[in-house]
């Protein structure tokens, strides 16, 4: 990979995006030099090259939060980085997940629902009269398992009758329910979405790499 960059483009600091590998929210924006980018590479946790300090700083260094790297990327010119990685503890120094936190709408859909079914999992030891969620776990696998099949019906009796509003809010229901069932059984989305990408290999390659 270091002899793909264009280290001369970018006056030996390549621009590097680090996301969160499981929930694909844009944690941070830094940078590296081949030395940083090497020593990321060894260690399998990244370091930048901090303008501000001028010398290389594994983020987590004081902290703990560190971010381990999953997989990374070059953009199609060579300049500039993607890192996916799993972080440990939050990311921004004020606390937040990410450093882009700051919308001003609304969090994207499915870093939303990666945080949903985070809180769902949450539930699972909470105290039962705390939450309909605790309360779910507590009553055991039958009981989830009920809750699926009834909701399900519900969502093919929305469907069959062309009523989207009610569809909308049954497949909610139903998406719910399913998070806790996963989790009950100690899964998550994670493995659902790993059996998808097993069955569909060619999704995602680049086209040169695909069946034509």
Request: contains cysteine; aromatic residues 8%; negative net charge.
């Amino acid at each position: 990979m270091q002899n793909k960059i264009n280290w001369q483009k970018v006056d030996d600091l390549l621009p590097v995006i680090v996301q969160n590998a499981k929930t694909c929210e844009v944690l941070m924006l830094g940078y590296m030099n081949a030395e940083a980018l090497e020593k990321t590479l060894a260690e399998k946790r990244m370091t930048f090259f901090s303008r501000t300090k001028q010398r290389l700083w594994t983020k987590g260094e004081t902290s703990g939060h560190f971010l381990n790297v999953v997989d990374m990327s070059l953009d199609c010119d060579n300049d500039t980085l993607l890192i996916l990685a799993d972080p440990i503890g939050e990311t921004c120094h004020t606390g937040a997940e990410s450093c882009f936190h700051q919308f001003e709408q609304e969090q994207p859909d499915w870093i939303f629902f990666s945080k949903l079914e985070r809180m769902i999992a949450e539930r699972k030891n909470a105290d039962p009269e705390s939450s309909y969620t605790a309360k779910l776990y507590a009553k055991g696998t039958h009981k989830i398992a009920q809750k699926v099949g009834e909701e399900a019906v519900e969502t093919v009796i929305a469907a069959m009758a062309n009523d989207k509003e009610e569809l909308i809010g049954e497949v909610a229901d139903l998406a719910y329910h399913l998070t806790v069932m996963l989790h009950n059984a100690d899964l998550s989305w994670s493995e659902v979405n790993a059996k998808l990408k097993a069955r569909n290999k060619g999704i995602g390659l680049h086209p040169e790499g695909s069946n034509k």
